[in-house]
T-cell receptor
Framework: KQEVTQIPAALSVPEGENLVLNCSFT??????LQWFRQDPGKGLTSLLL?????REQTSGRLNASLDKSSGRSTLYIAASQPGDSATYLC???????????????FGTGTLLAVQP | GAVVSQHPSRVICKSGTSVKIECRSL??????MFWYRQFPKQSLMLMAT?????????EQGVEKDKFLINHASLTLSTLTVTSAHPEDSSFYIC??????????????FGEGSRLTVL
């Protein structure tokens, strides 16, 4: 059974710092991995999608890496800003799940607070 | 592009009543939509997969007679919580992936619907 874990559960940093969020998954048989941002009481905003054949994806100040063999992904945020404060969720699309193949298994999330 | 809209964003109802939540893909067609449930400070748990023109597929432990799902068109799925009880109070989020095009395989989420059952 695929399990996704995120460390740390919460993180507080001063504005301007670079930071790394970690995501690990137990089964390397995945189609892709997706990072999301969730603001309090809101839905999810897709940040980056990494296909299983890719090693990393970049969008602006965000860079996500994927090491499928070790079951790890990192989300790097450069020059953090107070507006980056949110919960960050990673999710994998497993191959061995049966039925529809677009199911996602979510991690527990990292609550990020960027202090001005 | 790839916008998913949910309605209502908040709903309060009395115990025993039924509540319908709509999920629409605004600028793409989605043959499959997903319904998730999120409890406070917890991650999202998949409830069911909504298939256009056919029956939904429910995850283990989810009561299909309580959570009715209808996916009558390529842009609309509805979740009806029947005979709601306080323990059904939660944040319900839908997601969809474009059936074709550059973003196929990437899931996009609605803004969520906060259900409070009194």
């Amino acid at each position: 059974k695929q399990e996704v874990t995120q460390i740390p559960a919460a993180l507080s940093v001063p504005e301007g710092e670079n930071l790394v969020l970690n995501c690990s998954f137990t089964d390397s048989a995945i189609y892709n991995l997706q990072w999301f941002r969730q603001d309090p009481g809101k839905g999810l905003t897709s940040l980056l999608l990494i296909q299983s054949s890719q090693r990393e994806q970049t969008s602006g100040r965000l860079n996500a890496s994927l090491d499928k063999s070790s079951g790890r992904s990192t989300l790097y945020i450069a020059a953090s800003q107070p507006g980056d404060s949110a919960t960050y969720l990673c999710a994998v699309r497993p191959m061995n799940y049966g039925g529809a193949t677009n199911k996602l298994i979510f991690g527990t999330g990292t609550l990020l607070a960027v202090q001005p | 592009g790839a916008v998913v809209s949910q309605h209502p964003s908040r709903v309060i109802c009395k115990s025993g009543t039924s509540v319908k939540i709509e999920c629409r893909s605004l600028d793409f067609q989605a043959t499959t939509m997903f319904w998730y449930r999120q409890f406070p400070k917890q991650s999202l748990m998949l409830m069911a997969t909504s298939n256009e023109g056919s029956k939904a597929t429910y995850e283990q432990g989810v009561e299909k007679d309580k959570f009715l799902i209808n996916h009558a068109s390529l842009t609309l799925s509805t979740l009806t919580v029947t005979s709601a009880h306080p323990e059904d109070s939660s944040f319900y989020i839908c997601s969809a992936t474009p059936a074709r095009g550059r973003k196929t395989g990437e899931l996009f989420f609605g803004e969520g619907s906060r259900l409070t059952v009194l």
